[in-house]
């Protein structure tokens, strides 16, 4: 099983629909984190979490909202999709002191 | 903005030579890292140098980090088909502790 798991792997959505996206992670690690992948932009941070009760605002948090359930379990929850979100979405996770991080396989959202 | 800006974007070698790519970032940092992504695929790390650090080694892998330029570069050494991917510099943004990513570079290693 893969230690960072991400839900669904792919999803299509429609134009203002709420939608969710889940992280669930075995590695112990304190540190979650959510990521945009758009071609030819890397990697964009949208939200990062310390631990359960402390969330951060990343590069790009406009639009988005997170909720730490659990130390292993940190959701990213699209309000109203818009078509510019359609991106690949990537969860990573790190353990304090050593930013060395794990990731998901990422979900692929496309809102239409 | 990104904190890490990638050179080249793109990378097209054969198979045996070595491949070079290059990263800057603009604040200070505690340590900066290579990942890799195959196609469509998560992030893998491949290697971590600390700021005290000049030179790094892991396998085919060498880093170098000049912290007095704010760049590093990663050298893959007689690449092989299989290292076609793309490779990413990431910093940790000083004491913020949150990673910071690259645009990237995309390498492609013809047989």
């Known amino acids: 099983d893969a230690d960072v798991t991400q839900t669904p792997r792919n999803r299509i959505t429609k134009t203002g629909k709420r939608i969710m996206l889940e992280c669930s992670q075995t590695?112990?690690?304190?540190?979650m984190y959510w990521y945009r992948q758009d071609p030819g932009l890397g990697l964009r941070l949208i939200y990062y979490?310390?631990?359960?009760?402390?969330?951060n605002k990343g590069e790009i948090s406009d639009g988005y909202s997170v909720s730490r359930q659990a130390q292993a379990k940190f959701s990213l929850s699209l309000e109203s999709a818009i078509p510019n979100q359609t991106a690949l979405y990537f969860c990573?996770?790190?353990?304090?002191?050593?930013?060395?991080?794990?990731f998901g396989q990422g979900t692929r959202l496309t809102v239409v | 903005s990104q904190q890490g800006e990638e050179d080249p974007q793109a990378l097209s070698i054969q198979e045996g030579e070595n491949a070079t790519m290059n990263c800057s970032y603009k604040t200070s940092i505690n340590n900066l890292q290579w990942y890799r992504q195959n196609s469509g695929r998560g992030l893998v790390h491949l290697i971590l140098?600390?700021?005290?650090?000049r030179e790094k080694h892991s396998g085919r892998l060498r880093v170098t980090l000049d912290t007095s330029k704010k760049s590093s570069s990663l050298l893959i050494t007689a690449s092989r088909a299989a290292d076609t991917a793309s490779y990413f510099c990431a910093t940790d943004g000083g004491n913020t502790g949150k990673l910071i990513f690259g645009q990237g570079t995309t390498l492609q290693v013809k047989p």
């Open positions: 140098i600390r700021s005290n650090e």
């Open positions: 590695k112990g690690h304190d540190r």
């Open positions: 979490s310390f631990d359960v009760k402390d969330i």
């Open positions: 990573a996770t790190s353990r304090s002191g050593y930013t060395e991080a794990f």
